[in-house]
């Protein structure tokens, strides 16, 4: 059982915007600026897009966007396109322990 | 440009170790640290463990403590995971990542496959 939890599949259509939830569940993501969002394309290695709640590390598109409201985290994907179809997963940190969520599969039709 | 280069596919029977590497270059060990991820096939990510090359302090999940070492080589710029008494359901790809805070990983190797089959 993960930590955070996501919903399992989100979708929507090219152009439009979409916010994928993350939820502590054992750690608390409301006192914590820990929160970071990854990007896993079929048989590709995860790609940080998001950390510290609301920082894109360099070469990460503006339309990828972080934020959160008490115990959730929240990714943003605006402008959707084709090649944002993938699994998201948030992370965060506890326990001087990293934990991630199950993950959530964006179609985009 | 940091890159992370992980040793190839694995086929172990169950019982046995595997041990994988992951090696750096572009960039020398400094303060960052080195992680492994696991993912079992179709699932999420699992944190295994850290390494911080410099120091050579590890820390370990709770779920595979007994089971995993991680260590470091200074003079290769190589650091390894050796997970024992494999099982079954130790299958999936395993990870390095490197991350700066602990958590948020910028670099990632590219993966090796660990298949534990009688």
């Known amino acids: 059982q993960s930590a955070l939890t996501q919903p399992a599949s989100v979708s929507g259509t090219l152009g439009q915007s979409i916010t994928i939830s993350c939820t502590g569940t054992t750690i608390d993501i409301d006192d914590s600026y820990y929160v970071s969002w990854f990007q896993q394309h079929p048989d590709r290695a995860p790609k940080l897009l998001i950390y510290d709640v609301i920082n894109r590390p360099p070469g990460i598109s503006y339309r990828f966007s972080g934020s959160k409201s008490g115990n959730t985290a929240s990714l943003t994907i605006s402008g959707l396109q084709t090649e944002d179809e993938a699994i998201y997963f948030c992370g965060s940190y506890t326990d001087d322990s990293p934990v991630f969520g199950g993950g959530t599969q964006l179609t985009v039709l | 440009q940091v890159h992370l280069e992980q040793s190839g596919a694995e086929v172990k029977k169950p019982g046995s170790s595997v041990k994988v590497s992951c090696k750096a270059s572009g960039d020398t060990f400094s303060s960052y640290s080195i992680s492994w991820v696991r993912q079992a096939p179709g699932q999420g990510l699992e944190w295994m463990g850290r390494i911080i090359p410099m120091s050579r302090t590890t820390k370990h999940a709770q779920n595979f403590h007994d089971r995993v070492t991680i260590t470091a080589d200074r003079s290769t710029n190589t650091v390894y995971m050796e997970l024992n008494s494999l099982k079954s359901e130790d299958r999936g790809v395993y990870y390095c990542?490197?991350?700066?805070?602990?958590?948020?990983?910028?670099?990632w190797g590219q993966g090796t496959l660990v298949t534990v089959s009688s």
């Open positions: 990542a490197r991350s700066q805070d602990g958590y948020s990983f910028d670099y």
